[in-house]
């Protein structure tokens, strides 16, 4: 089992930056591939960003390539999401999860195992 926490969340104006943090307790964490997903309202889930358990393979959706940067600290273990040039439209509640696959950054919700309870994020204009 895996318990997964994040933090970070918050309300920033268009352009600003936030850091989400999600630490996980439990198995062994550097394990995992591990991922974030966000979901908007009476939007579907989607991914935005994975990495693989030692960090070589990371992935971004189209929409925050560029801007949001995933990195890990394994010791610690945790993973963070850097978010910078926010816009309106990364509204969302973020959630963090852990992949069983190591090397592999699935893309997909069903990829993953151990999901959090979110941290809302609110950009506005």
């Known amino acids: 089992q895996v318990q997964l926490v994040e933090s970070g969340g918050g309300l920033v104006q268009a352009g600003g930056s936030l850091r989400l943090s999600c630490a996980a307790s439990?198995?062994?964490?550097?394990?995992?591939?591990m991922g974030w997903f966000r979901q908007a309202p009476e939007k579907e889930r989607e991914f935005v960003a994975g990495?693989?358990?030692?960090?070589?393979?990371?992935v971004y959706a189209d929409s925050v390539k560029g801007r949001f940067t995933i990195s890990r600290d394994n010791p610690k273990n945790t993973v963070y999401l850097q978010m910078n040039s926010l816009k309106p439209e990364d509204t969302a509640v973020y959630y963090c999860?852990?992949?069983?696959?190591?090397?592999?950054?699935?893309?997909?919700?069903?990829?993953?195992?151990?999901w959090g309870q979110g941290t809302q994020v609110t950009v506005s204009s």
């Open positions: 999860a852990a992949s069983l696959t190591g090397s592999y950054v699935p893309r997909q919700r069903n990829g993953y195992y151990y």
């Open positions: 439990g198995r062994t964490f550097s394990n995992y591939a």
């Open positions: 990495i693989s358990w030692s960090g070589a393979s990371i």
